[in-house]
């Protein structure tokens, strides 16, 4: 590729549009001075992005200002045209205003300069400029090795190299924090999955718990129900059975109180008889009747038997009802025979003087019978009413000996409550105790590595830096760099001089780079033995040589008060470690730092060696050197940066990184503890809380039982009190019935009395009839 063509618009004294065109074997541009052949080649510096050399204070300058006369130009336009060996063209445009504003185009598209720069690059084509052959000649040979190296295009390569690596570096840094974020993300991640499956889990089983705690509920209510449902049956069905014996009962008690009747009525007519016949018809009357009494007796003491054990003998009151119907047909044969003597014996009574006195006997004595028997039935109620009782009674201490195992049972489920809940209370504290540490850990295992992070951040800019202060060597002798690769594998080398120490003062930096001069080259090693190593090393590889300076025979003779007018002595102004401190009084001497050559006049000039701020140097010969110096033109390659303090630092971060870590791991398991240990007490806490719920239920039934069995005690204690109220009130009766009957046979006596002496004869003749009836 070649240039073609360039056009030239407001460019310094191109005012107008000026096209230059370079055919093919084109050799130079000629003409007088002033007519504007520099400027073409500014034109082609400033098209392709380059400012040093262009001869202007500013990029303003560059447009032309029109002359004594002349109206200046708004812009500067150059356009370059290039061609390839393909015959393509390619147009490069660069333009600038008067406000500082500057537009690169590539084919009339904006672009960018380092598009430009790439696009040209690799021409093998240079600009040398009117003063570059003069300055390479004067120049040192560092920097006439710079310019080679980019007239070679070494240089670029190495720029690209610096810049790859510089990106490279910043996405080795991006990358390395990127991982620890990731590392971290990836922590918490791990664990929020595990809290998120440890909350599905407890989902899922509390919805299983409440699908359980449902069916449980549902089959027990079934349960009941049914277990109501009978036992409302069985309740139907005793009382319809109740009912059943109550009816037969009354039956029963209808047929004996019928019997009492005719009994009555049998003695009436009995004592009739006996009074107005006598004899001995009427004596086996008598028996025949003491011998119905007892059988009526039976009946009734096996209807007895029947009323106590209707539930479990109906046979036997089938057989009972039987010899009843027996006993009434022989009481019917009796009923008719005695009917017939009464009527004989009524007809004879009619005869008889006292009739009247007879019925009031009778009448009594049939009071007295009826009377008699009434006491007999309160008697044996009161009997029934002892027995029934003594039942409840029973029932009642059976019932309370109930309430007192209810109770027992009530205070033991009380017991195991309040142990529950005490047992749950601790698990809960302590619950509540790790789920206060579980963030307190986690806050100070963020703080660790928030702080680890910003150490191997630290860690890595200084590994940086002494990287990059390391490589700094490799633009040294050789001699040097490799003395300084030996070093990673030779013990008692120290490194160079300039890596041992820092400038205590960034201003003084340049005056002590001068007073060092070659010093700072200069390698410091242990002792001789391990110089003389390093010197036979060099020799053998026949690499170089270099000064090296043993620290156990350097012997320096230093003056220790500085001249007045002096900032002190240059050796002062290093920070270095103690170690190395001969190192620097070997290497400044007496030396001392002035302001100015001012000062240093002041204080005499050829007596001192002594350096100026601005970096002048003054020998005790008298010899001065000076003049501008460019800082990053500094013959010296490398300044102080003391590389030992830095790998000193380096070693103390990797240590506290490594113990940092230590305690994260040691954070993180006791974190991972007591999530476990927290894990296992929610679990103890819920099925704490669910015993604690099963119980209080256990419990409440347990209550429930015994309040239904203290109504039944209630129950029973009125029942009890109605029999006794109703024993009491048939005992008061009894004994009125008691002096009733006593007065009644008081009377009876009298009437008896009364009617044996009225009618004896008549009553034997009576007697005697009775005993032929018979």
């Not at 049972?409 to 789920?435: A, G, V």
């Not at 730092?593 to 003054?618: C, F, P, Q, Y």
């Not at 070693?651 to 927290?678: C, H, P, S, T, V």
Request: with cysteine; hydrophobic share 35%.
């Amino acid at each position: 590729m070649w240039l073609e063509k360039l056009e030239i618009h407001g460019f310094k004294s191109f005012k107008d549009k000026t096209v230059l065109e370079f055919p093919d074997r084109f050799t130079a541009i000629v003409g007088p001075n002033g007519s504007g052949k520099s400027n073409i080649i500014d034109s082609i510096c400033f098209v392709l992005g380059r400012s040093r050399g262009l001869r202007v204070n500013n990029m303003a300058e560059l447009i032309c200002n029109g002359g004594i006369n002349g109206k200046p130009s708004d812009f500067a336009r150059v356009s370059m045209f290039l061609r390839n060996e393909n015959g393509k063209r390619t147009k490069v445009t660069r333009e600038i205003t008067r406000d500082g504003r500057s537009i690169y185009k590539l084919d009339d598209r904006r672009t960018t300069r380092q598009e430009i720069i790439d696009l040209v690059g690799d021409f093998e084509y240079n600009i040398i400029l009117q003063d570059d052959v003069t300055k390479l000649i004067d120049m040192h040979p560092k920097q006439r090795r710079e310019i080679i190296d980019d007239l070679c295009g070494i240089r670029e390569y190495d720029e690209k190299k610096r810049k790859a690596l510089k990106e490279l570096e910043k996405v080795e840094n991006r990358i390395s924090e990127t991982r620890i974020v990731l590392g971290e993300k990836e922590g918490y991640l791990k664990q929020l999955k595990k809290e998120r499956d440890e909350a599905l889990k407890y989902q899922e089983l509390q919805r299983e718990l409440g699908n359980l705690k449902a069916s449980i509920l549902h089959k027990n209510i079934s349960k009941y129900r049914k277990k109501l449902e009978s036992l409302e049956s069985e309740i139907d069905r005793l009382n319809r059975e109740r009912g059943d014996k109550r009816k037969e009962m009354d039956k029963i008690r209808g047929e004996i109180e019928e019997m009492n009747s005719k009994l009555k009525e049998i003695n009436a007519e009995i004592l009739r008889i006996e009074e107005k016949k006598g004899g001995n018809e009427l004596q086996m009357m008598r028996e025949n009747l003491i011998r119905l009494e007892n059988q009526l007796q039976n009946s009734q003491n096996e209807l007895e038997n029947l009323k106590r054990e209707i539930s479990e003998k109906l046979e036997k009151k089938r057989t009972l009802e039987n010899e009843i119907r027996g006993i009434e047909s022989k009481l019917n044969m009796v009923d008719s025979k005695l009917e017939r003597m009464g009527f004989d014996i009524n007809k004879e009574m009619k005869r008889l003087p006292g009739v009247e006195l007879e019925d009031r006997i009778d009448n009594i004595k049939s009071k007295i019978f009826e009377l008699h028997s009434k006491v007999n039935l309160d008697i044996e109620r009161n009997e029934k009413g002892l027995e029934e009782l003594k039942e409840l009674e029973n029932k009642k201490l059976s019932l309370n000996l109930r309430i007192k195992e209810l109770l027992s049972k009530e205070k033991e489920l009380t017991k195991s409550i309040n142990d529950r809940i005490k047992e749950n209370k601790h698990n809960f504290q302590m619950y509540e105790e790790i789920k206060e540490k579980i963030p307190l850990i986690e806050r100070k295992r963020d703080d660790i590595i928030n702080r680890l992070s910003h150490l191997r951040v630290i860690l890595t800019e200084k590994r940086t830096r002494i990287n990059t202060l390391e490589s700094s060597t490799w633009g040294l002798r050789g001699a040097i760099s490799a003395i300084m690769r030996l070093k990673k594998v030779m013990d008692g080398i120290h490194g160079t001089v300039s890596q041992l120490g820092n400038v205590t003062n960034k201003d003084y930096e340049t005056a002590l780079n001068i007073a060092a001069g070659k010093g700072m080259e200069y390698i410091v090693v242990e002792n001789e033995d391990v110089a003389t190593k390093c010197i036979e090393y060099l020799r053998n590889k026949r690499i170089g040589r270099a000064t090296f300076l043993p620290l156990n025979r350097l012997n320096v003779k230093l003056m220790s008060v500085p001249p007045k007018g002096s900032l002190g002595f240059v050796r002062d102004f290093i920070k270095t470690r103690d170690k190395f401190r001969s190192v620097f009084g070997y290497i400044f001497g007496n030396t001392i730092l002035v302001e100015n050559l001012e000062s240093a006049k002041k204080i005499g000039i050829g007596k001192w060696r002594m350096v100026t701020l601005d970096g002048d140097l003054l020998l005790p010969s008298g010899a001065m050197t000076g003049g501008y110096l460019k800082r990053d033109k500094i013959a010296l390659s490398f300044s102080f940066s003391n590389t030992e303090e830095l790998e000193r630092e380096i070693k103390a971060l990797e240590r506290e990184i490594i113990e940092l870590d230590g305690e994260e791991q040691k954070l993180r398991m006791e974190r991972k503890k007591l999530e476990e240990r927290l894990s296992k007490l929610e679990l103890l806490v819920d099925n704490g809380k669910t015993d604690i719920e099963r119980i209080k239920l256990e419990k409440k039934g347990l209550m429930e039982k015994r309040d239904e069995l203290r109504e039944d005690i209630k129950g029973i204690d009125a029942r009890i009190l109605e029999i006794k109220r109703e024993i009491n009130e048939r005992n008061k009766e009894i004994k009125s019935i008691e002096r009733d009957i006593k007065t009644l046979e008081k009377n009876l006596e009298e009437l008896i009395s009364k009617r044996s002496k009225s009618g004896i004869e008549k009553l034997e003749r009576l007697r005697e009839n009775y005993r032929n009836l018979e």
